[in-house]
């Protein structure tokens, strides 16, 4: 059996193409031989394209978390004055074989990726890096996605939606999430720290699943641990008076349980106080086709790509 793995090394010089090189493969055999390969390719430009739509670059292999994975694109630069969690690409995935074009209608469909970061590029022209989230699932899409080699460009709607906003003077800051969904908060982190504000995270998991997340975050931020449904609600009860403003990213069914625990602590709730990335199915992004739409507080509806994804939890969550 051979296996390889490939290291990368980015170059990006004002004014000039990016490149990426292959410094070198290695292919382990049964004697675990290693061959430098010497190979220098340029990186295809991200450019947005007469139709509205984006076409982006793969800048890194895909990374696999326990929980998700996190794709590296280069997108056109300047695209986000807003924040990047909680915003989203639509993008279209391909297939691969004959035989997944008549098997798989499913694929034809665009599949949101949100932001987890952003890093602006050295000139407009080389566009930005954003980080963004694959979920782990069995869908055709995303297996796609990353499966796609470095320089393979992907055609992108966006960034939609409105994302997470911090209020200016807060700077307290508690994240709660699952070990999957725990990236889709990371730029929050950034933010917070850029003001001299203080981050709880606090991840609910198992111990592996977190393991793998804290080496992503910077050494400020305190990173706590539930890997019990008893864990989870005593930590939350002893952090939410500490903070002054909450970002959520859970599954829809553990939100009444958050909300509940926050209305028990806080004496008052200020709209914006807690606010949750709301899971729908985001199929157009433009409010065109319903397949968004959420029941809210009021018993009305909502189009989650047009009002959120992020929204007021206590907005989304029956009392
Ligand atoms: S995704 Fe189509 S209406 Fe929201």
Avoid at 16 to 37: E, H, R
Avoid at 164 to 170: E, G, K, R, V, W
């Amino acid at each position: 059996m051979v296996n390889r793995e490939a290291v990368f090394r980015w170059h990006q010089v004002p004014g000039q193409p990016i490149y990426y090189q292959l410094l070198y493969q290695k292919q382990y055999t049964s004697a675990m031989s290693d061959f430098p390969v010497s190979l220098t390719t340029p990186l295809p430009i991200p450019i947005s394209n007469a139709d509205g739509t984006r076409t982006a670059v793969i800048a890194a292999p895909a990374r696999r978390l326990t929980a998700s994975t996190l794709l590296s694109l280069r997108v056109p630069g300047g695209l986000a004055t807003a924040g990047v969690n909680g915003r989203y690409f639509l993008a279209r995935c391909g297939v691969q074989t004959e035989a997944e074009r008549w098997q798989q209608w499913q694929i034809y469909l665009r599949r949101p990726l949100f932001g987890v970061r952003r890093q602006a590029g050295l000139t407009k022209e080389a566009g930005d890096t954003w980080e963004v989230h694959v979920p782990l699932s069995a869908d055709p899409g995303y297996a796609w996605l990353v499966q796609q080699p470095v320089g393979q460009t992907i055609n992108l709607l966006g960034p939609l939606g409105q994302g997470f906003a911090l209020q200016p003077h807060n700077r307290n800051l508690l994240l709660l999430a699952d070990a999957a969904r725990a990236p889709l908060l990371f730029a929050l982190i950034d933010s917070m720290l850029d003001r001299r504000g203080r981050v709880t995270l606090l991840v609910r998991g198992s111990a592996d699943a977190i393991a793998t997340l804290t080496p992503l975050l910077p050494l400020q931020v305190e990173v706590r641990q539930a890997t019990t449904a008893a864990m989870w609600t005593e930590q939350i009860g002893e952090l939410v008076p500490w903070a002054d403003q909450i970002a959520l990213a859970l599954p829809h069914d553990a939100l009444p349980t958050v909300a509940a625990l926050i209305r028990q602590r806080r004496f008052r709730v200020d709209a914006g106080f807690a606010q949750v990335l709301v899971e729908a199915d985001l199929v157009c992004g433009v409010g065109a086709c319903l397949a968004c739409v959420v029941q809210v507080r009021d018993g009305g509806h909502t189009r989650t790509c047009i009002h959120g994804p992020v929204m007021d939890l206590m907005a989304v969550v029956s009392a």
